[in-house]
């Protein structure tokens, strides 16, 4: 991970309004028991994001983590990258690549336009970040995205606590490798648990749009033994496997990554999900997700 440094930030405060009805639902902010300018975001109590004004580097949830491993990998340390942000929440990983990647240009597409106006209120922005929140759906500004601009394409995309079916298809993945650069890569956060096979019809989706996928997640969620969150990561080119296993490996949240025929016996038969059979992630079970 980058090491963090010092970082312009808005002026130490206490948000007037911690919590407001937006379109996904009840959006309500908790604060950090132990840093005094942090928060966590809750949509109906599920917490969706963290955020640190501080610190903007200090990424708090296990997936975020995995996504900020990718963003160090993207590029030498510093140098600004071209980001496509499918969801958005608290922008808490733009608000990384801001601080990691200083002039990156970012856009992030964000359907519940309430809850942006929320957060850009409560959790203000540095003005100087080169970041434009798009309110829409993500599929569709996916597909009016330049082609073959981005550096790194991330998939945070739920509709409550499910991604949506048409977040989840080989269309979906086709329009994702085209907005890529030839070196870009897409990465993907998904919720399952059980049997995983909404996962395993993702790795052969994403098998379908491009030549490398790699799947990460804690091994006992990989087990099916806890519903949680998988990270899915895809390129045309080659994966910096030996990095992101070490980086993987040494987080404060470890995890297990699987690629090639250690993947393929994951994937155990799941053939690619078309736009015509999908289906939304599952739902998860009452608990999973408790602040």
């Known amino acids: 991970m980058a090491r963090k440094q010092q970082h312009p930030t808005p002026k130490k405060s206490?948000?007037?309004?911690?919590?407001?009805?937006?379109?996904?639902?009840?959006?309500?902010l908790v604060p950090d028991r132990d840093r005094p300018n942090a928060w966590t975001l809750l949509l109906d109590g599920t917490p969706q994001s963290h955020v640190d004004l501080d610190d903007p580097t200090r990424l708090s949830f296990e997936y975020q983590r995995r996504f900020g491993h990718l963003v160090d990998l993207a590029a030498p340390p510093r140098q600004p990258i071209t980001v496509l942000h499918l969801g958005g929440g608290a922008l808490t990983l733009a608000r990384y690549v801001a601080a990691t990647r200083p002039r990156s240009r970012q856009q992030v597409a964000e359907i519940d336009t309430a809850l942006t106006e929320f957060v850009r209120r409560t959790l203000p922005l540095d003005r100087g970040w080169q970041l434009r929140v798009r309110g829409g759906d993500a599929?569709?500004?996916?597909?009016?995205?330049?082609?073959?601009?981005?550096?790194?394409?991330?998939?945070?995309?739920?509709?409550?606590a499910r991604t949506p079916a048409h977040c989840a298809s080989v269309e979906f993945a086709g329009l994702a490798a085209r907005a890529l650069r030839?070196?870009?890569?897409?990465?993907?956060?998904?919720?399952?648990?059980?049997?995983?096979?909404?996962?395993?019809?993702?790795?052969?989706?994403?098998r379908a749009a491009f030549a490398e996928v790699a799947l990460i997640a804690d091994p006992v969620v990989l087990r099916g033994r806890r519903f949680g969150n998988?990270?899915?990561?895809?390129?045309?080119?080659?994966?910096?496997?030996?990095?992101?296993?070490?980086?993987?490996?040494t987080d404060q949240h470890p995890g297990r990554m699987e690629h090639g025929p250690g993947l393929t016996d994951f994937q155990a038969g799941a053939v690619p999900v078309a736009d015509a059979g999908a289906g939304p992630s599952p739902a998860p079970p009452p608990g999973a997700f408790t602040s």
């Open 182 to 206: 030839p070196e870009g890569r897409y990465a993907v956060n998904v919720t399952d648990g059980g049997r995983l096979d909404f996962v395993r019809g993702q790795v052969a989706t994403l």
């Open 230 to 249: 998988l990270v899915l990561v895809a390129a045309q080119q080659p994966l910096p496997l030996e990095q992101l296993t070490r980086l993987i490996a």
């Open 14 to 28: 206490v948000p007037q309004d911690t919590a407001e009805q937006v379109a996904s639902g009840r959006a309500e």
């Open 139 to 160: 599929r569709e500004i996916l597909a009016r995205a330049p082609e073959a601009q981005a550096d790194l394409v991330v998939a945070d995309v739920f509709s409550g």
